[in-house]
């Protein structure tokens, strides 16, 4: 029997990319100017993301979710990165890496408390990141201290996604500096709980709607009931959880490639030049051409990397790859659409200069493209 082409979908999967595609037309294409321009995501909209079910995607149904798969997930990113790459985040971070942990290395009694709150009305928040610790993800300076019944954290954590409206966050912290990273560990932390506050929100060039804020840890307490997973442990869930993560921004890298790509063909087929549209001269034809090929290879990469995911297949290589081709990929075809467009591409009054400016995070966050080459490079040389 052959197996189906990458790009195939069953149908659940294609049930769900046309459900996506259509809520991302009627009601995200509507917004996406206003909140990139006020650097505010429509809270409604994010109620009708849960009520579509797109913040729950893997969640067991008994636990509230849609009870889907991973690659479903990737294809609900993508579809909504083609319109506006902040929506993309916000169902990714949700899904990929907060809902996604919860499912893997909370208890049974962690999944009953927060997993429903998650699939109903919690956007969830990954607080890995700080001031010192980028790429070097494991030089936290936040620290855990043991006391009666839990633990105090004190720290600060920068480049939080999805912090302004978090109603959850995994935060790592170390909980035994003198083991280095071996002291590390997740802490599930609600909102509103005493010592704990989010800061300042980053004024962003790229995916302005998505909030991105510090985050402020004075001594907060926190029950040893909401330590994820084993105290200690925390590296291995920050490690594993980002490689599946990687996919996801992979996604939303090929969505804002694909949109920008829509526009371009639509504007080449418009603007007239010399008495007839500009995508009837080959040298337009040849970059088109370049930046449908440099997308597609982008898509193989990123659906390769989930659909080995999903079938318990060693993917960690496959998905840096999907990362770091899908977000140069984007950079170019985003810089390339852009420049079809002429002058009018410069200015806000067309949609190409917002693509551009949100490709840019794709090669920064969840680990940059030098951590990416890196890790590939450390899989091919054992």
Known sequence: MSQPPLTS????????????????????????????????????????????????????????GAGGSFFEAILAVEELSRVDASAGVVVDVQNTLVNNALLRWATPEQKKR????????????YALSEAGAGSDAFGLETRA???????????????ITNAAEAGLF???????????????????VERGQEGFQVGRKENKLGIRASSTCELLLEGC??????????EGKGYKIAIETLNEGRIGIGAQMVGVAQGALDHALRYTRERRQ??????????????????????EAARLLVYNAARRKQAGDSFTQEAAMAKYYSSLAAERVTAQALELYGGYGFTRDYPVEKYFRDAK??????????????????LMLG
């Open 114 to 125: 927060y997993l429903p709150r998650l699939a109903q009305e919690w956007v969830g928040a």
């Open 170 to 188: 995994i935060v790592f912290a170390n909980a035994n500096p003198e083991a280095g990273y071996r002291g590390i560990t997740a802490f599930l």
């Open 221 to 230: 307490l926190i029950p040893a009931t909401q330590v994820l997973g084993e």
């Open 361 to 378: 995070i794709g090669k920064i966050y969840e680990g940059t493209s030098n951590m990416q080459l890196q890790t590939i490079a450390k």
């Open 274 to 295: 010399f008495g007839r549209p500009i995508a009837e001269f080959q040298a337009v034809q040849f970059q088109l051409a370049q930046m449908r090929t440099e997308l």
């Open 145 to 159: 201290e043991r006391v009666e019944g839990g633990f105090r954290l004190r720290g600060r954590k920068q480049w």
């Open 9 to 64: 979908l069953n149908s659940d999967e294609e049930l769900l990319r046309q459900s996506v595609r259509e809520l991302a037309e009627s009601r995200l294409r509507p917004l996406v100017a206003s909140m990139d321009e006020s650097g505010h995501f429509d809270a409604e909209l994010i109620a009708e993301f849960f009520r579509a079910g797109l913040m729950a995607i893997e969640i067991p149904e008994e636990l509230g």
